[in-house]
């Protein structure tokens, strides 16, 4: 299968005190105390992969605590454009709260999400734009 890449892509462990709020591009912690889960991921992933990370401290925690799970692999390499959507003014803030406050801004977005940033963040266009 020369000329293929494959992507496993495994998403960042829960974050600590983030239910219901909206962190997007804040550096938050997460936790990685579930230590059976881990196991798992280092039994199935690839051996040989090379492996990235965002630079935010929940997606280096977590490919920490796969590797110490039992699967080695190199150094992450550390690529900030694969940072999470940054939602600006409503980082922080929780979903239900800008909701029931009856912000524009939050329908605006809601009616075409994938094309409208939120004030002062980057629109999902945005975001896979960077990822790209």
Same mark, same amino acid.
């Given at each position: 299968?020369?000329?293929? @890449?494959? *992507? *496993?892509?495994?998403?960042?462990?829960?974050?600590?005190?983030?239910?219901?709020?909206?962190? &997007?591009? %804040?550096?938050?912690?997460?936790?990685?105390?579930?230590?059976?889960?881990? =196991? @798992?991921?280092?039994?199935?992933?690839? =051996?040989?992969?090379?492996?990235?990370? %965002?630079?935010?401290?929940?997606? =280096?925690?977590?490919? +920490?605590?796969?590797? $110490?799970? &039992?699967?080695?692999?190199? $150094?992450?390499?550390?690529? $900030?454009?694969?940072? $999470? +959507?940054?939602?600006?003014?409503?980082?922080?803030?929780? *979903?239900?709260?800008?909701?029931?406050?009856?912000?524009?801004?939050?329908?605006?977005? *809601?009616?075409?999400?994938?094309?409208?940033?939120?004030?002062?963040?980057? %629109?999902?266009? +945005?975001?896979?734009?960077?990822?790209?």
């Amino acid at each position: 299968m020369s000329g293929v @890449t494959r *992507w *496993w892509w495994v998403r960042h462990a829960p974050v600590v005190n983030g239910e219901g709020m909206i962190y &997007g591009s %804040s550096d938050i912690d997460c936790d990685v105390s579930d230590t059976a889960h881990f =196991k @798992t991921l280092a039994q199935v992933l690839p =051996k040989d992969a090379v492996w990235f990370t %965002s630079h935010l401290t929940r997606t =280096k925690k977590t490919a +920490q605590a796969i590797a $110490e799970a &039992g699967l080695d692999f190199p $150094e992450p390499i550390v690529e $900030e454009d694969l940072g $999470e +959507q940054n939602f600006g003014d409503w980082q922080g803030l929780a *979903w239900d709260e800008l909701r029931a406050a009856g912000n524009p801004d939050y329908d605006a977005f *809601w009616d075409d999400p994938g094309n409208t940033p939120p004030p002062g963040g980057e %629109s999902l266009a +945005q975001v896979i734009a960077r990822v790209s």
